[in-house]
């Protein structure tokens, strides 16, 4: 199988890359910025909250060893898909919960998996994440590439993403093992 590719915004970019970076069939995860007007804009301008762009993060993966839906289960597991433009103490447009779709197929897996979720009552309250067609990727800032890999021992990362990475991994340890397995 080709290689496909996938982009979820989730809150901070940071968390959400380490999760994603932890998973067999994923062969490269990039932050970055999409769906706004600025063009090529910077973290600062994007934290600034007015270009329109969400944090995100972008992923090549083989659907042969992780497949979308698996992906769009990580993706709602790993944040809270019901609060608009909100993840914990991160407030703004630049952290809403997005997933942007990559074809029709995607489109229509990310609304089946919304239906789902709803309809088994996963969530107290209902999904706000958008479902929306790609738009232009800006890659973000170099510092902020591998960030949890390379800045661990940072508050952030130390109070913020470890324990988000820990519970996902805890959660996940059975479909971890699988589909590193597979």
């Known amino acids: 199988m080709a290689i496909e590719t996938a982009t979820f915004g989730a809150g901070c970019f940071w968390c959400t890359e380490a999760v994603f970076q932890s998973l067999k069939g994923v062969s490269g995860v990039r932050s970055g910025y999409m769906g706004g007007h600025t063009v090529n804009p910077s973290y600062e301008d994007v934290c600034g909250g007015n270009t329109g762009h969400a944090e995100v993060i972008q992923l090549d993966f083989d659907p042969g060893i992780i497949s979308f839906e698996e992906l769009l289960l990580v993706f709602f597991k790993t944040h ?5 433009n909100r993840q914990g103490n991160d407030i703004g447009t630049q952290y809403r919960s997005v997933i942007f779709y990559h074809s029709q197929e995607q489109k229509q897996k990310a609304n089946e998996m919304i239906d789902q979720l709803t309809r088994e009552l996963v969530f107290d ?5 958008e479902i929306t067609p790609i738009s232009e990727f800006y890659q973000a800032e170099d510092y902020h590439q591998n960030y949890f890999k390379y800045n661990s021992d940072k508050p952030y990362c130390a109070f913020v ?7 996902f991994t805890k959660d996940f340890q059975d479909k971890i093992e699988g589909v590193q397995k597979g």
């Open 80 to 84: 809270n898909p019901t609060t608009l």
């Open 125 to 129: 309250k209902p999904i706000v994440t």
């Open 161 to 167: 993403i470890q324990p988000k990475l820990a519970k």
